[in-house]
């Protein structure tokens, strides 16, 4: 079983910056990409930044200059500083970690989310 455990969510207001972490473990395994998902009420879930094995970083538009993925000290951690933040990034933010397997498909494990709400 993995397990995800997120942190760093909370209230911040416009302009400021918080830092999103997640820790994978429950299991050997080496994580082919982690990442962030973010979903508002009655809207899907948006891919935010992820980041790949081989070292490559993908980032959604909207976020571009403003937040930065970065593999954390341990094995299968990562996270998100965002900064420069706007009311519209408020949303419960979704770390994930894909895990490869042979054959395919991937597993990808989602964390329980956390709540990133940016206002005055």
């Known amino acids: 079983q993995v397990d995800i455990v997120e942190s760093g969510g909370g209230l911040v207001q416009p302009g400021g910056s918080l830092k999103l972490s997640c820790a994978a473990g429950g299991r050997d395994f080496d994580a082919s990409v982690m990442g962030w998902y973010r979903q508002t009420p009655g809207n899907e879930r948006e891919l935010v930044a992820q980041m790949f094995n081989d070292g490559s970083m993908e980032y959604a538009d909207f976020v571009k200059g403003r937040f930065t993925i970065a593999r954390g000290n341990g094995k299968n951690t990562a996270s998100l500083q965002m900064s420069s933040l706007k009311p519209d990034d408020t949303a419960v933010y979704f770390c994930?970690?894909?895990?490869?397997?042979?054959?395919?498909?991937?597993?990808?494990?989602w964390g329980q989310g956390t709540w990133v709400n940016v206002s005055s």
């Open positions: 994930f970690v894909d895990i490869d397997y042979d054959p395919p498909p991937a597993l990808r494990v």
